[in-house]
T-cell receptor, first 115, second 109 residues
Framework: NAGVMQNPRHLVRRRGQEARLRCSPM?????VYWYRQLPEEGLKFMVY????????ESGMPKERFSAEFPKEGPSILRIQQVVRGDSAAYFC?????????????FGEGSRLTVL | QKEVEQNSGPLSVPEGAIASLNCTYS??????FFWYRQYSGKSPELIMF????GDKEDGRFTAQLNKASQYVSLLIRDSQPSDSATYLC?????????FGSGTQLTVLP
């Protein structure tokens, strides 16, 4: 499967635990974006990364959330000390960095449930 | 003020009719405009993008852009039940996208 791969697809955590969501971009894509979608709402931008660099994290909550895209391996979205309000679908998207700006390819999402 | 607004819906149309989806945006610096379709529980998928004022047609889909009015729309001709989904309008002042909250479309057989 050459698409954007996200795992886990479903994750259940108790309040105060940590959640780690992983995203492998499409082959040849060096740009990764994380979005959050609350039930019945649109996608909210969180962070935009290239390999080893955070380009824009203006949508990321200041506390408890962090993201990385190392030189080797998938991009990781980390949520520390989760709260019930973190329950959402987290979508990763990738782009090649060239071509049509804004043309993103989305993964199937990781659905986080905080008990 | 929301950056990208879509008509709230839900929108129901009979099979074979034209579905019209509308979107307004606030950032005049936006250069690219996108329509994504999202089936329930699935990931968004790109339907069309448009850069220039006017119409852009792709099969049964037509995107319309009016930068002066900061308005973009999507028309779906000969609507099919398989078109039933949430349609997300997105604008791109930069490489990341800003999405509207989506319009849920139901095409009735």
């Amino acid at each position: 499967n050459a698409g954007v791969m996200q795992n886990p697809r479903h994750l259940v955590r108790r309040r105060g635990q940590e959640a780690r969501l992983r995203c492998s971009p499409m082959k040849g894509h060096s740009h990764v974006y994380w979005y959050r979608q609350l039930p019945e709402e649109g996608l909210k931008f969180m962070v935009y990364l290239q390999k080893e660099n955070i380009i824009d994290e203006s949508g990321m909550p200041k506390e408890r959330f962090s993201a990385e895209f190392p030189k080797e391996g998938p991009s990781i979205l980390r949520i520390q000390q989760v709260v019930r309000g973190d329950s959402a679908a987290y979508f990763c998207a990738s782009s090649p960095g060239t071509g049509t700006p804004g043309e993103l390819f989305f993964g199937e999402g990781s659905r986080l449930t905080v008990l | 003020q929301k950056e990208v607004e879509q008509n709230s819906g839900p929108l129901s149309v009979p099979e074979g009719a034209i579905a019209s989806l509308n979107c307004t945006y606030s950032d005049r610096g936006s250069q690219s405009f996108f329509w994504y379709r999202q089936y329930s529980g699935k990931s968004p998928e790109l339907i069309m993008f448009i850069y220039s004022n006017g119409d852009k047609e792709d099969g049964r889909f037509t995107a319309q852009l009016n930068k002066a009015s900061q308005y973009v729309s999507l028309l779906i001709r000969d609507s099919q039940p398989s078109d039933s989904a949430t349609y997300l309008c997105a604008v791109s002042p930069a490489r990341q996208l800003t999405f509207g909250s989506g319009t849920q479309l139901t095409v009735l057989p």
